[in-house]
Each structure stands twice: as structure tokens, then as C-alpha cells.
């Protein structure tokens, strides 16, 4: 057998090679192998409130639990808007008592 230079398409499969990802975000989705370095990338990404909001008890789901009980807790009483003296309203759209009325 005699030894030879391989030729490059021998040695393609063997190295690897693959296209370039153009796409920055599905380049970065692609090199994160778990789900800390989603997590990196989250972090480096989005704004810092909204991170953290989501971040602070993502695994717990406590962010759902709190919202899910403030509602719960906020009651609705019709009492407070009723209508404590009669009211009458004008006869037609441009009566003397209306401040925006436009002269036709």
C-alpha cells in the first residue's frame, strides 16, 4: 500500500465542517447545550426588571401563585357606584348647558 496526501473531500466528513449560522439568535439558541446557558443568554438579553421578575420564582411558579391569590383577594362592590342624586340629562346633542357644543 502506498501512502498519499488525502484530498480534501476525505477529509471534510472527518473534520466536520458546517455552514455558518448568519442568524445571531439561532446561533446562540444552537450553542446552548443546557438549561443554565439559556439561561445566560436570558440574562444577557432582557431587561433586568423583566429578567428578574421571571427569573426570581420561575422553578417555585410563586409569581403565579401571588397573582393568581391577588386576584382572589380583590372584591367588587356595586355599592359604591350608585347614583346618589337624580340627574337629568339635556334634549339634544348641542343644549345650553354643554361647554363644547359647536354652532352648525
Known amino acids: 500500500m502506498k501512502r498519499r496526501v ?8 472527518l473534520i466536520g465542517f458546517k455552514k455558518p449560522q448568519l442568524n445571531s439568535t439561532k446561533r446562540r439558541l444552537q450553542a446552548a447545550l443546557t438549561i443554565h446557558d439559556l439561561r445566560r443568554i436570558a440574562k444577557r438579553r432582557t431587561p433586568k426588571a423583566a ?21 382572589r383577594d380583590i372584591e367588587f362592590s356595586t355599592r359604591r357606584f350608585c347614583a346618589t342624586s337624580p340627574r337629568s340629562t339635556p334634549a339634544g346633542p348641542c343644549s345650553a348647558t354643554m361647554s363644547r357644543c359647536r354652532s352648525a
Open 51 to 71: 429578567f428578574d421578575y421571571t427569573d426570581g420564582a420561575a422553578e417555585e411558579e410563586l409569581s403565579l401563585a401571588r397573582a393568581r391569590q391577588a386576584f
Open 6 to 13: 488525502p484530498r480534501p473531500g476525505e477529509l471534510a466528513p
